[in-house]
């Protein structure tokens, strides 16, 4: 089954609060998902991704819906440095924190390949610099 395919039999059922989608979150098809069929959370935020611009979606999407994930499993948690960890981290807060609805996590599973210090990182930094005024 597509993520459309989901999308549209979650709707039909009047359930439609969660959906992964597994395709670019491109204007014309998420406004439309959101509005629609009134889709909850996007998830996930996977910025490296083509057409997935944090920015962008906080300012599309951000006052809406819920965004969860956005912290990169291809290439910061895996190949960074816990210290480039947890600056990301604070990045991803800062740009889609303000004014609430956001899920700090990885946009994906966490593979072997992430060392755990970097994991360590992920966790101790959301969990410091996590907490935010959610009326900003």
Known sequence: ??????????A?????????????????????????????ILDPIQVSAAEMDPVRIKAEYGSRICLHGSIDTQYVLPQGSPQQVAENIRKMIDILGPAGGFILAPCHVLQTDVPTGNVGAMYQTGHEYGVYNAKK
Request: aromatic share 2%.
């Open 12 to 40: 039909e059922l009047g359930r439609p609060d969660r959906v992964p989608m597994d395709f670019n979150a491109n204007p014309a098809t998420g406004k439309r998902l959101m509005a629609d069929l009134g889709v909850d």
């Open 1 to 10: 089954m597509t993520s459309k395919e989901r999308i549209l039999t979650a």
